[in-house]
T-cell receptor, first 114, second 112 residues
């Protein structure tokens, strides 16, 4: 009954490959996110979707393409992987209330590009 | 957009002492300020939050204060224990948008 689940948890791949990370939330939230956490532990927003529509697209290379088939799913596809893409990618979801909102994270996907 | 700054980046305290982490934000529209704890190899998890209509909130050994005028908020952990060792993130969010802005994190080490 995990609230936000993402797969795979670990991914080791060679430079130049294409890979995808999948995310699903069962909280009924309208908004989903992808965050990248690098070796310095910074949590950097990459994308945000609200009800399947893209609302935030930070400065991220075009090689990264999110897809939201429905509001419970937000997948991340990465083309032509580079060494600098090695990081932990966290999926998250939240629901906006008038008094604010709380964001819940998935367990993270550890991507290593060799 | 919002800019959240967090200090210090690292903090070491003796077990039983208090720890304080401070954050500032820039957007006066931000009205929700959660704090997350991330243990090694785990996901960030919400430990306490405060909304802009409240100045202070306490939950056992942790407390958060908010100064809206100065645009800063702080996390206070009292009687620290080794299991408090983790990276702590502050964040700011506005109810007008689905956006969270995180601070750069504070690595807290509690020395037994």
């Amino acid at each position: 009954d995990t609230a936000v689940s993402q797969t795979p948890k670990y991914l080791v791949t060679q430079m130049g490959n294409d890979k995808s990370i999948k995310c699903e939330q069962n909280l009924g939230h309208d908004t989903m996110y992808w965050y990248k956490q690098d070796s310095k532990k910074f949590l950097k927003i990459m994308f945000s979707y609200n009800n399947k529509e893209l609302i935030i697209n930070e400065t991220v290379p075009n090689r990264f393409s999110p897809k939201s088939p429905d509001k419970a799913h937000l997948n991340l596809h990465i083309n032509s992987l580079e060494l600098g893409d090695s990081a932990v990618y966290f999926c998250a979801s939240s629901q906006v209330f008038s008094s604010g909102n709380t964001i819940y994270f998935g367990e993270g996907s550890w991507l290593t590009v060799v | 957009g919002e800019n959240v700054e967090q200090h210090p980046s690292t903090l070491s305290v003796q077990e039983g002492d208090s720890a304080v982490i401070k954050c500032t934000y820039s957007d006066s529209a931000s009205n929700y300020f959660p704090w997350y704890k991330q243990e090694l190899g785990k996901r960030p998890q919400l430990i306490i939050d405060i909304r802009s209509n409240v100045g202070e909130k306490k939950d056992q050994r942790i407390a958060v204060t908010l100064n809206k005028t100065a645009k800063h908020f702080s996390l206070h952990i009292t009687e620290t224990q080794p299991e408090d060792s983790a990276v702590y993130f502050c964040a700011a969010s506005s109810s007008t948008g689905n956006q969270f802005y995180f601070g750069t994190g504070t690595s807290l080490t509690v020395i037994p």
